[in-house]
């Protein structure tokens, strides 16, 4: 199976908001998010998939090799699977789902540009 969107179906893509990858929402509800899968639990469930990414985000980046990449060192990106990511995503996590989480050992750190401590 390919990652091609056509022009016409660009309008299905959402970003996940814990990661920032971007993909069809036909692919999060088959496959989930490869990177938060285990915090979100995206596959099989509409209801997830429209409350935990947004359809609205800010430019691309395309990572081939995240571990060696400074742009994904700068958007902390790193250790994710290679793939297309959302520069900035509009929204937040559900408080339940980031305590959920936190929970699970996990780090949330919000996409929308809101936690800039750098």
Known sequence: ????????????????MLCSLVQLQTKF????CPNCEEYLSLAGHMEAIEECTSQV???LITLLDPKASWVAR????DGYVKGVYAVKVT???PDEKVQEIVSLGGN???????ANND
């Open 1 to 16: 199976m390919t990652d091609y969107v056509a022009p016409g179906q660009q309008r299905h893509l959402r970003a996940c």
């Open 108 to 114: 949330y750190t919000p996409r929308d540009g809101s």
């Open 29 to 32: 509800m088959r496959e989930g």
């Open 91 to 93: 929204g937040t996590l």
């Open 57 to 59: 985000y800010e430019g």
């Open 74 to 77: 700068w958007q902390r990106l």
